[in-house]
C-alpha cells in the first residue's frame, strides 16, 4: 500500500499523485467525500446535505425528467455518479444525463464509470452553494477538456442557471440547451424563483405546462 503525506484539505486543488488520490478516495473514512482530479491536482468535497442545495439539485433533476419524458428524448439522468480517465482525470457532478443513443452505452453493474471505455454523459450540471468559483472556474476547464458538450451551474445563492456549450477550444454561454434541445433555460430560472415560494408538486404542474406548449 501506498504511504501517502497528502494533506486532506477540503474544498480546495491541491497537488497529489493520482496513486495517493486513490488511496484516499478508496479509504471508508472518506466514503462521503466528492472527489476530483485533473492536472495532477485533487479536490475534495463533503457530499451537499444543506437544504438549499438538495431543493435545488431535486427541482433541475425534476426539470431535465420531466422535459425528456414529455419530449420523448431518450436519457439516463445520473445523480452523483463518479468517472474516470485513469492515471489522469475524476469527476463526481451533482447531475450527468446521457441522451440518445449513449443512454444504451453503460451496463448494469457498472461502478465507477471508466472513460477509457465509455463515453463521458452529455449534459453535466454541478448545484453551486458554496463552489461556485470552482464550478464556473476549474471544473468548467476539466469539462471542457472531455467530449462532454454542455454545462449547467446552478447558482443557490442568486437563484440562476449559467450554461455552457463545451468546445475543445473552450465554452460560450448558451440560453437554450443543444444538448435537451427545445429546451429554454429560462423556463428553469424562471422555475428556481417560483421554489423560493411555492412546493415543487406546484412548480412540476406548471414546469409540464411550460414544456407541452
Known sequence: MTNTTTKITLDTWIPAKWE????????????????????????????????DHSKDHSLISLAINLFGILQNIPFNLLDNCSFRQVGIKEFQPDIATYVGEKTKI????TNIVNLNQY???????????TSFLDDIGTKRSLYE???????????????????YS????????IQS??????L??????????????????????WLMTQFQT
Open 106 to 109: 453503460i451496463p448494469s453493474g
Open 166 to 173: 463545451l468546445q475543445s477550444e473552450g465554452s460560450y454561454k
Open 184 to 205: 429554454n433555460l429560462a423556463i428553469l430560472q424562471e422555475a428556481l424563483s417560483k421554489s423560493r415560494q411555492e412546493d415543487q408538486s406546484a412548480i412540476g404542474r
Open 20 to 51: 495517493d488520490f486513490i488511496q484516499i478516495i478508496n479509504d471508508p473514512a472518506n466514503e462521503k467525500l466528492k472527489a476530483y482530479y485533473y492536472h495532477h491536482h485533487m479536490r475534495l468535497e463533503m457530499l451537499p446535505v444543506g437544504f
Open 145 to 163: 477538456s472531455l467530449d462532454i458538450k454542455e454545462y449547467w451551474v446552478i447558482d443557490v445563492e442568486n437563484c440562476q442557471i449559467i450554461a
Open 177 to 182: 440547451s443543444n444538448v435537451l434541445s427545445g
Open 119 to 129: 463515453s463521458p454523459p452529455d449534459l453535466v450540471v454541478e448545484i453551486a452553494k
